[in-house]
Structure formats: structure tokens, C-alpha cells
């Protein structure tokens, strides 16, 4: 079955303990993406991937890093987290660019910093 | 840069009526369009888009939504609402300019009463 996987689903935290969010597609898809979900707020592009090797920042990328050593997957990292990185995070991937395809979600990692 | 506003942060409508989300954008160039859709606990997925082809849209589920440029508005609407509809909805915009990135509206939740 074609999809986004991500881990964990749920993750409660403490502030400065490094975690990663692992993010992984079986489609082959050149483009990977990173948001964050806010109340209100909408979804916020945290960083995105063109292909392998090649990664840019989005609109909110601070406080977070992000790799692309293999196509189908895209990790994000948090280095030092911080309560104002609680959020709801999708991964999500497209077979362009992302700007005229579909985009395919994750089902989410709710993460709580404590 | 491109931007995107949900006029209306809540719908309530009755089972069977119709329903109506409103979404202005911005963009300096040719956008493309899209909305999706969140149920609770899952991640978003595409009901329709608009890449500059015709300018009313359809999509699954009985959605339609129509691009009207001199307004620069891409309302989403389906003529009869059913108890699976309540969601919440996400309208997107790429200008598809060379920064690959795309921006949400803040979201509107759909609730439909019995």
C-alpha cells in the first residue's frame, strides 16, 4: 500500500532531550515535506527536500534539523527541544514538486515538551 | 509571495443542506489551488485542485470548488452536507514561483447536526 509513515505517533518530552521523528514513503516520491499544526494557525512548512541530498528551510525552521541521505526517507530532528515545540508535525511527500501535485500525508506525531 | 485566508474559522450546518467554505488568496503569478480535507486523528488528504485548467473544479466526495480570478477567491462548496463531512478543511495556494513552497489557510472546521 502506497503511503507516509511516520514514528512515533505520540511523544511526550522534556526540554533539551535531542528526539527525532522519523518519516519514511514507499513511493518513490522526489519531494518530502515537514509542517507543523497550530490551533489556528494552519500548517506551517518547518523544512522540505527536492531530492536526495537536497534539503531547504520553510517558513518556521528554527529550533529544528532535517536530512535526506536516502529517497525514502526524511527524518526531523530536535536538538534541544523546547515547550514552544509542542505541536501536531506531518510528514508529507508529492512525485514533483509539491507545488502542482498532491501531497500525501502522514497520519501525525502529537509532540508534547515539557 | 503568495498567501491564503479562510473567511470563515467554523461552519455549522444541518444534514442534507448545503455548505459553503470561503478561501481568498494572494499570489503574484498564475497559483494553483488546492483543498483538503482533515477528519479527527488523521492526516490531510486532497479533495480537489486547481493547476489553471478549468475553472470549476471537482472533487471527491461531491465537492466542487470554482476560481474566480477577478475576485481572487477558491470557495469550496457541496449542495448536500453529510455527517461524514464534518472535518476540518484546509485551502492551499502555490504561486509556483522557484521557492517550492506552498502556504495553508488557517483551517475551517465543518460540523454537521443530525
Known amino acids: 500500500e502506497a503511503q507516509v509513515t511516520q514514528n512515533p505517533r505520540y511523544l511526550i518530552t522534556v526540554t533539551g532531550k535531542k528526539l527525532t521523528v522519523t518519516c519514511s514513503q514507499n513511493m518513490n516520491h522526489e519531494y518530502m515535506s515537514w509542517y507543523r499544526q497550530d490551533p489556528g494557525l494552519g500548517l506551517r512548512q518547518i523544512y522540505y527536500?527536492?531530492?536526495?541530498?537536497?534539503?531547504d528551510k520553510g517558513d518556521v525552521p528554527e529550533g529544528y534539523k532535517v536530512s535526506r541521505k536516502e529517497k525514502r526517507n526524511f527524518p526531523l530532528i530536535l536538538e534541544s527541544p523546547s515547550p514552544n515545540q509542542t505541536s501536531l508535525y506531518f510528514c508529507a511527500s508529492s512525485p514533483g514538486t509539491g507545488l502542482n501535485e498532491k501531497l500525501f500525508f502522514g497520519s501525525g506525531t502529537q509532540l508534547s515538551v515539557l | 509571495a503568495q498567501s491564503v485566508t479562510q473567511l470563515d474559522s467554523h461552519v455549522s450546518v444541518s444534514e442534507g443542506t448545503p455548505v459553503l467554505l470561503r478561501c481568498n488568496y494572494s499570489s503574484s503569478y498564475s497559483p494553483s489551488l488546492f483543498w483538503y480535507v482533515q477528519h479527527p486523528n488523521k492526516g490531510l488528504q486532497l479533495l480537489l485542485k486547481?493547476?489553471?485548467?478549468?475553472?470549476l473544479v471537482k472533487g471527491i466526495n461531491g465537492f466542487e470548488a470554482e476560481f474566480k480570478k477577478s475576485e481572487t477567491s477558491f470557495h469550496l462548496t457541496k449542495p448536500s452536507a453529510h455527517m461524514s463531512d464534518a472535518a476540518e478543511y484546509f485551502c492551499v495556494v502555490s504561486d509556483r514561483t522557484w521557492d517550492y513552497k506552498l502556504s495553508f489557510g488557517a483551517g475551517t472546521t465543518v460540523t454537521v447536526r443530525a
Open positions: 527536500s527536492m531530492n536526495v541530498e537536497v534539503t
Open positions: 486547481y493547476t489553471s485548467a478549468a475553472t
